[in-house]
């Protein structure tokens, strides 16, 4: 799937098609400018008593107009486009496999995790009720135990999308302690955001009445960022062209939202992105390079279906990549304790036996497998995930 031959040839079609528009609109402009000065003089021969020949008048509009648009230069450009727009469509057949089955494979997957995945997705988005479906229909019914703190983290978010802070304060105050554990700042990141809003809404006095209350626990660990909201309290309704604008940015509050649900997840045994979105995201990455070698596989009538693994490695981004184990790319084999995993010097990794084999019980040195780089055995270090 080449993104950027689809783009290639998408390019002259969007030239093509605003040069049109260009021309259209330069046109339908100057035939409104025309209309308006012949009404103009139409109504000004009305007001005379001498009353001139209207048709005269009339005629020149029309002569005038047919001299701004032809209908044969304006046919012209949109055969143009519609030319272009005729082959885009092959390019896009040429490059998009409408039939990805033939990528698939089949593997004994546990439906009992699927469906509890499934079921968390459904209620991270709020869909409760076809989250309860499901459940009820697939008979996973302990799932639906996930079901009463993600109303609550939704209810939270919800709220804070409206700017009312009020359920995020409390849900922080209740679990002040787990997240100083985690080492969150998030209740006071909360109040932080709260002291603005009071101050720009309800004025200097219950600002500084509420830091006295909720910001000064944590002064003895946050003194800069209180002075700097302390100093707000001089441009008290006019923060807006004070040096502390920025905290009234609106991605202030999508920020502490995402924030905040990260640390409600963390809390909750669950990771920030949901598992469901995480696996789609990556399959539909990786797809175009499993659809390549299915074909280069069907033109050799090989069979991948019975492989351990695939021939060609699938290149994801780093949001995809999750390293609960390593596999050393070289030997293929499953890092341990006695062969761990070792960071070479230009940033690569391979297990232990790999690089003593490759630098022949680093008695030399030998270049990385995946970059020029020479490597010496005695400079690598040991990593622990």
Not at 191 to 197: A, C, K, S, T
Not at 347 to 370: A, D, E, M, R, W
Request: glycine share 4%.
């Amino acid at each position: 799937m080449e993104l950027k031959a689809v783009k290639d040839a998408f390019d002259p079609v969007t030239k093509r098609q605003k040069l049109c528009s260009s021309k259209f609109h330069e046109a339908i402009e100057q035939i409104g400018q025309e209309i308006e000065q012949a009404l103009i003089k139409l109504q000004s021969a009305d007001a005379s008593s001498s009353y001139p020949d209207h048709k005269a008048i009339v005629s020149d509009l029309q002569t005038k107009l047919k001299e701004i648009s032809h209908v044969s230069q304006l046919e012209s450009s949109q055969k143009e486009v519609n030319g272009a727009l005729s082959r885009y469509p092959k390019q896009l057949e040429k490059n998009f496999n409408p039939d990805i089955s033939k990528a698939y494979r089949n593997v004994d997957f546990d439906s009992h995790t699927i469906n509890q995945i499934i079921v968390s997705h459904l209620y991270r988005e709020g869909l409760f009720e076809v989250g309860d479906c499901f459940a009820d229909e697939a008979g996973e019914q302990e799932a639906t135990a996930l079901k009463s703190p993600f109303i609550e983290m939704y209810h939270i978010q919800q709220a804070m999308k409206s700017h009312n802070l009020e359920p995020a304060l409390k849900w922080a105050s209740a679990n002040c302690e787990k997240l100083r554990q985690n080492g969150s700042d998030l209740e006071l990141k909360l109040h932080r955001l709260q002291f603005v809003e009071i101050l720009q809404n309800q004025g200097r006095d219950d600002a500084l009445k509420y830091a006295r209350t909720f910001l000064s626990p944590f002064a003895s660990s946050h003194m800069a960022e209180i002075q700097k909201l302390m100093a707000c309290l001089l441009w008290a309704g006019k923060l807006d062209i004070s040096p502390y604008s920025d905290l009234l940015a609106p991605i202030n509050w999508e920020k502490l939202c995402e924030d905040f649900t990260r640390q409600f997840c963390n809390l909750l045994g669950q990771s920030f992105d949901s598992p469901l979105s995480v696996t789609v995201s990556a399959g539909v990455q990786g797809l175009p390079t499993l659809l390549k070698l299915m074909n280069v596989m069907m033109n050799k009538k090989q069979e991948w279906q019975s492989m351990k693994q695939l021939p060609v490695p699938i290149e994801l981004d780093k949001e995809f990549q999750f390293h609960t184990i390593f596999v050393c790319p070289v030997s293929r084999d499953q890092a341990t304790e006695e062969n761990p995993p070792m960071l070479m010097s230009c940033g690569h990794v391979l297990c232990k036996q790999s690089i003593t084999k490759l630098s022949k019980n680093s008695t030399k040195t030998f270049k990385c497998p995946y970059c020029p780089s020479e490597i010496d055995a005695s400079h690598c270090k040991q990593l622990f995930f």
